[in-house]
């Protein structure tokens, strides 16, 4: 009966909060909406100069394939390497390729020639993307015969067959929302009555430790539930893509990621004086395990000192484990390892919660 008094307590709180209802709907509407278009680890758009020292049709001909690539922006011809470079310099050119005199007549007699391509690393996904795209042009344009061998190349992608990078982004775009509705709120929710004086009256009542905690994690766990499901409706109707496997698992994978954030969040809280303390541990533990989980990058490319910690990481589990369910349609044996990661580190997370609540201090 004190439970329930207290979750009462909690939502009426957030009700008599005019910004907290509209963040909640609010944020996860934008975040799906916004993040899948923008968040796109594919190489466009990139500024190509050509050196055209050949003047032949071959290399009128290369050039041409470079105006037709959707990846490339041909900004023109430079009359010399040196002036090509400047614009480099001055980040008005990506990438110059220089076509060497003679090309044309060197291939005729089988002679090998070389062209050169320097591209701005910089940004290093950039330039080599744009290194590697370019290289594939000249190729296919001076040596047809490579082209015909690599069109007989067939190449079979799983899962995501159109390399739809939306389809990779949108389960991370789900931990992503959870970390910071989850944890954040949270946070700010212990520490917030500190300052405001009204723990004091939690603090004379005979309301057990845990039954305080546990009213101040069950709407959080609400509030993950209804931004799940937010989020996979608007995958829908949006982008029209759905989950592979059963929704259940999904639910099942965010319910103890909630609690790991949720009670994260209060741990700092109960050790936190002010709400911009607060803030700024949450904002660094949220920073390291968002980068270290594999959320952008894969975890197989850190180094093996920064792939240990993702042992203790439970955003890792997350992603791996909704990955697996919503684009590769896993069951539940595929990510019981990352289901009980999980139960594990937030079941030890909500003890600490409740233990490092110091009811009468």
């Known amino acids: 009966m004190i439970l329930k008094y207290l979750i009462q307590k909690e939502f009426l709180q957030m009700r008599r909060n005019a910004f907290l209802p509209r963040l909640i709907v609010i944020f996860p509407i934008m975040m799906m909406c916004v ?7 594919e190489i466009k758009n990139i500024v190509v100069e050509v050196v055209d020292n050949d003047h032949s049709t071959l ?49 005729a ?10 591209a701005n690393a910089v940004n290093g996904t950039k330039g080599a993307m744009g290194n590697a795209y370019l290289s594939q042009i000249v190729t296919a344009t001076v040596n047809p015969d490579a082209a ?48 405001a004086g009204t723990i004091e009256q939690i603090n004379v009542t005979p309301v057990p430790k845990w039954a305080f905690i546990l009213a101040k994690l069950i709407p959080y766990w609400l509030i993950a539930l209804f931004v799940i499901v937010v989020c996979l409706l608007l995958s829908w109707l949006i982008y029209g893509i759905t989950c592979q496997g059963p929704l259940w698992l999904v639910f099942l994978l965010a319910i103890p990621l909630a609690l790991f954030w949720s009670s994260f969040g ?31 990058t894969p975890t197989r490319s850190m180094p093996d000192w920064a792939y240990a910690t993702t042992y203790i990481n439970p ?18 044996p595929s990510v019981g390892h990352q289901v009980m990661a999980l139960t594990g580190i937030s079941c030890l997370m909500s003890v600490w919660a409740v233990s490092s609540y110091k009811k009468n201090s």
């Open 35 to 41: 993040m899948p278009w923008v968040m796109n680890m």
């Open 59 to 107: 290399s009128r001909q290369l050039i041409r394939n470079i105006e037709a690539s959707n990846y490339f922006i041909f900004n023109g011809l430079q009359p010399s390497y040196q002036a090509a470079l400047k614009d480099v310099k001055t980040s008005k050119a990506d990438v110059v390729m220089v076509l060497p005199q003679g090309l044309s007549r060197d291939l």
């Open 109 to 118: 007699n089988g002679t090998q020639a070389q062209v050169l391509i320097a």
């Open 148 to 195: 015909a061998i690599q069109s007989r190349v067939s190449t079979l992608f799983l899962y995501n067959k159109g390399l739809n990078y939306k389809l990779f982004m949108i389960p991370a775009l789900l931990a992503l929302v959870m970390m910071l509705m989850c944890g954040f709120l949270p946070t700010l929710n212990i520490v917030g009555e500190k300052e």
């Open 266 to 296: 209060l741990v700092i809280s109960n050790y936190s004086d002010t709400m911009q303390q607060a803030i700024f541990v949450m904002w660094f533990f949220v920073v390291m395990m968002m980068l270290l989980s594999g959320l952008f």
């Open 315 to 332: 955003m890792h589990y997350f992603v791996d484990g909704i990955r697996t369910v919503f684009v590769r349609g896993g069951n539940l």
